[in-house]
């Protein structure tokens, strides 16, 4: 067929985080020039694994969600990946200089009550921590877990939004050897063209199709899928047509928390426990939690979520590593702390182009999802964790909304040939 010189691609995807691969991978192969356009220099959005001394380490998602029926470990386990199987650490009793056996267990017992009643009878108000027991020692305990599920305190989740989560979820939470970044990140398809380092500036609706425009020029597009964060959304980042307000109110009442990774080398012959979880302070919000030695390595992975992840971004890394390694000395002893490298720190919220961890419902909005997710006049679609209505939260989840998005186009914009870009 002749090609419509009106358009420079039929389809392009705007960010290649795993909605936009996802989505990439359901358009490849149908008969349509496909074009990715992602604004950072690299793909892989939240999913990303850097070689750091020779160990693959994520500093985004790093678990396999929901294994049995994670779309990515089914690619892996294809392609002849290791995964490993075993449980993670979180949940299991630890020795721990400040928090007994039988106070841990007293705070995954508070833990398990308040999520029971959470599901069983939601709180009207829509609020999670209205299912907080109020006389119960462990509350700040719960907040802290808050930080690390959802990046921002109970106060500001959805417990219908919560619940649709945990109900969908399963137990079974896996790893990559190689580094989930490194799974999605290499499963662009070959014959969608990708621009790196090019972000839209602006979107328009252009007669038939849509315009975008980025510090490269114009490109036209007869469909665009567009897989920007919701904290991204939300900002003046990108300028969006005022017919996409409510989109725009969806991404507002669907933000991105607040989690960061800071990881710590191991050097030297130290005894310090592998496979184990240590919260620094079981009593405060905001304590982080370090997760000594993951699959064997020379590594402390450290957790921040809300406010103590924050404060890596407003303090830096160089204030995160200091104030970290005081919580490890008064954890581990002067000597063994002394064994502790810092080695990276994310920086996730500082991001211009991401501005957040992973999407939470404020209460009482977790139907914005429905209206996140919806088409725009068969022209624009969107995706990305946040619009999906249980897997939010994940690149499981992400990637399900790409393919979503991609079969809708699909379903609107039949192939008429085109060059590809």
Not at 62 to 74: D, F, K, T
Not at 232 to 255: F, I, K, Y
Not at 303 to 319: C, M, N
Request: proline content about 6%; glycine content about 10%.
């Amino acid at each position: 067929m002749a090609h419509d010189k009106t358009f420079d691609v039929d389809v392009v995807i705007i960010g290649g985080g795993a909605a936009g691969i996802g989505a990439a991978r359901r358009l490849s192969g149908h008969g349509l020039s496909v074009c990715l356009l992602e604004a950072t220099q690299r793909i892989g959005g939240r999913g990303w694994t850097q070689d750091l001394e020779g160990i693959p380490l994520d500093m985004g998602c790093g678990w396999l969600h929901s294994a049995e029926h994670n779309a990515w470990r089914q690619i892996a386990e294809d392609e002849g990946w290791d995964i490993d199987r075993r449980p993670a650490a979180w949940d299991k009793s630890q020795p721990h200089p400040h928090f007994s056996d039988d106070e841990q267990k007293e705070a995954h017992a508070a833990f398990a009550a308040w999520h029971e009643r959470l599901m069983a009878s939601p709180p009207a108000s829509d609020r999670a921590s209205d299912a907080l027991d109020p006389t119960s020692r462990w509350n700040g305990y719960l907040q802290a877990m808050s930080g690390f599920i959802s990046g921002a305190p109970l106060e500001r989740i959805s417990a219908e939004d919560y619940n649709a989560y945990e109900r969908a979820a399963t137990e079974h939470n896996w790893r990559l050897f190689r580094g989930y970044g490194t799974l999605i990140a290499s499963h662009l398809p070959l014959d969608v063209g990708c621009r790196l380092a090019t972000p839209v500036e602006a979107i328009d609706l252009d007669g038939a199709g849509v315009r975008l425009t980025t510090p490269q020029g114009t490109l036209r597009c007869r469909a665009a899928i567009l897989t920007a964060s919701t904290n991204v959304l939300a900002s003046d980042v990108m300028r969006l047509p005022g017919e996409l307000d409510a989109w725009r109110h969806a991404a507002t009442c669907l933000p991105l928390g607040c989690d960061e990774k800071v990881l710590f080398r191991i050097d030297g012959d130290v005894d310090l426990p592998t496979e184990q979880v240590l919260i620094a302070d079981p009593h405060d919000p905001d304590s982080p939690v370090f997760y000594f030695r993951p699959l064997e390595r020379p590594v402390v992975e450290t957790f921040l979520g809300g406010s103590s992840a924050h404060r890596v971004t407003a303090e830096g890394p160089a204030a995160a590593f200091d104030h970290l390694l005081a919580a490890l000395r008064g954890l581990l002893g002067g000597e063994a702390a002394s064994h502790l490298r810092p080695l990276a720190a994310s920086a996730w919220s500082a991001s211009t182009y991401v501005r957040g961890s992973y999407s939470h419902a404020l209460p009482t909005e977790a139907r914005q999802r429905q209206q996140l997710a919806r088409s725009f006049r068969e022209r624009l679609f969107f995706a990305g964790e946040a619009t999906h209505p249980d897997a939010f939260s994940t690149a499981h989840g992400a990637l399900e909304s790409g393919e979503r998005a991609a079969n809708e186009v699909l379903a609107c914009l039949p192939p008429r040939g085109g060059r590809m870009i």
